[in-house]
């Protein structure tokens, strides 16, 4: 069984720039969901995706959007990138929507906008 | 925003001994987890506790629930090294099904 798999661990970009983050659900799951970690901090929801569609989402500004394909694998797109979206971005699968259970993390991809 | 406020932010110990941490929470659940993450690494699920529930074992983990004071607390007994880590609770509340997290206790194990 195939844990859940984020690209890329690191990258490194300047304010205003564009952004893409990749992550693949473990196998069989079909709800995704993402997070932002800052440093010392807990992991605050940005959204979830459900069979492509999202399904609640937290307090994050419309720069902040994501897809999910068929494969359930998802995307996360950081549009104008400010200082302050450096962080630690997590992606958590679940296998199905509602559960009531644990999420499985990915080991996140580290941002640091300059 | 957090949903949780974890006690003490940081907590150091010598291995053998037994650690506590504590977690408040402002809202109705449907059940309250807690993480474990080594720096820098992505979270690992250790237990959950549900609503209904007052009490959890698992290996030496142990969680309690509280719902009138919405709090809980995670014990780990006989402390090793390899316990080092950031310890988070998380909330699931009754109106959907993202998880809320604290802002973690961070645990050093000294050997």
């Known amino acids: 069984e195939t844990g859940v798999t984020q690209s890329p661990t690191h990258l490194i970009k300047t304010r205003g720039q564009q952004v893409t983050l990749r992550c693949s659900s473990q196998?069989?799951?079909?709800?995704v969901s993402w997070y932002q970690q800052a440093l010392g901090q807990g992991p605050q929801f940005i959204f979830q995706?459900?069979?492509?569609?999202?399904?609640g989402r937290g307090n994050f500004p419309p720069r902040f959007s994501g897809l999910q394909f068929p494969n359930y694998s998802s995307e996360l797109n950081v549009n104008a990138l400010e200082l302050d979206d450096s962080a630690l971005y997590l992606c958590?699968?679940?296998?199905?929507?509602?559960?009531?259970?644990?999420?499985?993390f990915g080991e996140g991809s580290r941002l640091t906008v300059l | 925003s957090q949903q949780g406020e974890e006690d003490p932010q940081a907590l150091s110990i010598q291995e053998g001994e037994n650690a506590t941490m504590n977690c408040s929470y402002k809202?109705?659940?449907?059940?309250l987890q807690w993480y474990r993450q080594n720096s820098g690494r992505g979270l690992v699920h250790l237990i959950l506790?549900?609503?209904?529930?007052r009490e959890k074992h698992s290996g030496r983990l142990r969680v309690t629930l509280d719902t009138s004071k919405k709090s809980s607390s995670l014990l780990i007994t006989a402390s090793r090294a390899a316990d080092t880590a950031s310890y988070f609770c998380?909330?699931?509340?009754?109106?959907?099904?993202?998880?809320?997290f604290g802002e973690g206790t961070q645990l050093t194990v000294n050997p």
């Open positions: 809202t109705s659940i449907n059940n």
């Open positions: 506790i549900r609503s209904n529930e």
């Open positions: 998380a909330t699931e509340e009754t109106s959907g099904s993202r998880l809320t």
């Open positions: 196998s069989g799951h079909n709800t």
């Open positions: 958590a699968s679940s296998p199905q929507l509602g559960t009531t259970g644990e999420l499985f």
């Open positions: 995706y459900y069979r492509e569609e999202e399904n």
